[in-house]
């Protein structure tokens, strides 16, 4: 079969991007460009929600208004300090606006992204008349149903305007709150700076056109030279040492998870699961899946009210600090839930970068993600997690030369090899992560989503190509109460 090539006007506007950010990056050098950073916060290792709400995010970008973004995963306990700025901004826009109506607009993400500013990107919709309940009196304009972008623009000055859009990228639509008062967006301004860190970039397709090209990301990395060397990550289980079990490592998380911790309270079951126990509480771990499980029965049969989705999200970050073994960052990577519980799904991120788990890693430990936390009554109600971190190699082990733009073309083949033929005219996201298939040398992937189905693509041309496509799930909105 011939290759087939995207002719439409996406693969028109990204190849623009990618050639105009790359001249860039030939003349100028790499000052002052974006590239992937962790950030470090910590809070309290309670199961209680912090007293301010910070913003959920699945990832940040960071604008400095000259065409320099990064792009960055909350640390493992889902904040951190430029979160913390950006949802006072945030809270001072939306309490000037109480009582004032807004318009439904179109996204205008080159008008957005030509100031200072911070985009949250959410991997799941958020229902917006839930999310402002908080708010009472804040009108929600001409009803923009969902959102799964927050950008906020702040302002230099007090008494200059800053913005906030909520962006649903789905049908490009969204409310835009103005204010002239927030005496924190100044300070927000100029902490936004894009910290360049190794080689790796971002263009913004956003800002090369009004509308996004990409519904699920905004902004792609990119080389100035290729091949690019990266370090490799490896598999290292929470509560191994030589290949066999730890009683100590195992113990000494487990504590964690009791107010009066007693050794005398393990066992071994029948199936080889470590087994801590008291009279409302259970952890146990699984060795062959490591598998690691807390239940709290305190929490099980009662009605009570729903927990606001940021309160739990806060009591879910500071319920995986009671979690010692937790050494690798993570980032929330979906809600879901039913009734008064709400589930909180976590994936691993390692050098800014997500970790994505093979469809044989799920199948073995029984989840799509790496973490589970069910929130129920403002309390964990249960805690499931594949047990084990991912460490780098430090030994630039393995070799990049495939850009993103080779990688849609090959993922648009591979959709008219092995589903139809047809012209793409729907690219939901195009991502660049971890494969976790195996316990070492896990390497970089391209994650290409057409319609309902995801493409793996090789991002090393001397290696064999990819073929594995995985369909997606119909998207859902999330109710976001922010308040009980």
Known sequence: MKRNRITNVIIVVLVIAAVYQTGELWL????????????????????EASE????????????????NFSVYYPDKVGSSDMLEKANDVLQEILAENIGESTELEKADWKEMLQNKCIVMQYDFMINMDDYLEGMRSLKNGQDLDSFDYITIVPARRTGEESKAYFVNS???????YRAMKSKS???LFEALQAEPEGEMVYISTGQKTSSAVLRRNLFLPQWAELPYQYDTLRQVPAFEQEGAVSRMLLENTAERFFRNFSV???????????????????????????????YNYE??????????LLDGYQISCNFMTNDASLQTDVYLADIGGSGNETVYYFDYAVNGLPVYLSESVQQEIGMKHAIEVTVSNNSVKKYRRYAVNYEASGAKDASLDVQFIDALDAANRLYQETVEQREIADVKNIALGYFADRTEGIRLQWFVNLYDRIFLIETDSTLPEQTAVTETEPETVVNASTNS
């Open 28 to 47: 100028e050098g790499t000052a002052g460009h974006n590239f992937f950073r962790a950030v470090k916060e910590s809070i309290s290792a309670t199961d």
């Open 52 to 67: 301010s709400d910070a913003l959920l995010a699945t990832r940040y970008a960071v604008g400095d208004g000259a065409s």
């Open 170 to 176: 789905q049908t490009n639509d969204c409310v835009v």
């Open 185 to 187: 967006a100044p300070i």
């Open 264 to 294: 005398d309270w393990s066992q071994r079951d029948e199936n080889g699961n470590f087994v801590f126990s008291d009279s409302s509480v259970v952890l146990r771990y699984n060795p062959g899946s490591r598998m690691l499980e807390y």
């Open 299 to 308: 929490n099980y049969g009662s009605d009570g009210p729903k927990t606001a």
